[in-house]
């Protein structure tokens, strides 16, 4: 009997922040779980925004992969983080610029014979009175808004990360960080998020890279793998085209 032939060839880039990127975001535990015939491509970048993303021209590098020969190609876009106020060259307005760029990206993604999806922002895991807070709801209430004008798949990252997180509790969600919370944090109140001491400046790996250090926003290992899953298994939803290409999970 002729056994079952392997589904073709996929492309998956992803756009975005620090929480998406390699080494401290859900992208690498994403990409572990994607199938051999997914070509995985983690475009995310520290720090950005949804418009210096495009100023400092890494929007211009995905549009030349994006022009590469490939099988058929799924573009995720998450932004908020460094959109919000406070982030000089970053910041966006919230009412025109930060849709208006979204939109942009998925004309433009389409443009180049790419499916767009949309990502709300993974959520911070801080604390305030036993609640997560839920700052970034603005931010995904926009591109909640965009997804459904332009009529592209949503994954509610945000909405179904702070669930998580708020049934997790505190103590557990601190797992998640780049690194073990500090003594200052872990016997703080479980109910408020204490700050976490800031890095010593100057301080380096032997490989010269800044050491990982504990947060409320950034993933290590553990997070980038519960996250990358969770990912997964909205897109599969959204997408159940592509429920051949996620890796079963043993």
């Known amino acids: 009997m002729a056994g079952q032939s392997s589904p073709a060839p996929v492309r998956i880039v992803l756009v975005g922040d620090s929480t998406v990127a390699i080494k401290n975001g859900w992208g690498p535990g994403f990409c572990a779980r994607a199938a051999s015939e997914v070509e995985c491509i983690n475009r995310a970048r520290n720090g950005r925004s949804s418009g210096s993303y495009r100023a400092e021209g890494l929007w211009d590098s995905v549009m030349e992969e994006l022009r590469k020969p490939a099988g058929k190609t799924w573009v995720l876009i998450q932004f908020g983080h460094n959109d919000q106020p406070g982030k000089p060259g970053r910041s966006t307005d919230l009412k025109t610029e930060f849709p208006a760029n979204l939109r942009r990206y998925v004309e433009e993604a389409r443009g180049a014979g790419a499916n767009p999806v949309l990502v709300t922002p993974l959520t911070r895991r801080t604390f305030r009175n036993g609640k997560v807070a839920d700052d970034l709801g603005p931010w995904s209430d926009a591109a909640?808004?965009?997804?459904?004008?332009?009529?592209?798949?949503?994954?509610?990252?945000?909405?179904?990360?702070?669930?998580?997180?708020?049934?997790?509790?505190?103590?557990?969600?601190?797992?998640?960080?780049?690194?073990?919370?500090?003594?200052?944090?872990?016997?703080?109140?479980?109910?408020?998020?204490?700050?976490?001491p800031k890095a010593e400046p100057n301080t380096a790996e032997p490989n010269g890279e800044t050491p990982p250090v504990f947060d409320y926003t950034h993933l290590g290992p553990k997070g980038s793998a519960y996250f990358g899953a969770m990912v997964w298994r909205e897109l599969t939803a959204a997408v159940p085209a592509l429920i051949p290409y996620l890796k079963p999970q043993h």
């Not at 998580?164 to 073990?180: D, F, K, S």
């Not at 919370?181 to 976490?196: C, I, L, R, T």
Request: glycine share 8%.
């Open 144 to 196: 909640r808004r965009v997804a459904k004008e332009a009529g592209v798949p949503l994954l509610d990252l945000n909405a179904e990360s702070l669930a998580a997180v708020q049934t997790m509790g505190g103590r557990e969600a601190n797992t998640l960080a780049m690194a073990p919370p500090p003594k200052v944090v872990e016997d703080g109140d479980p109910d408020n998020s204490v700050a976490a």
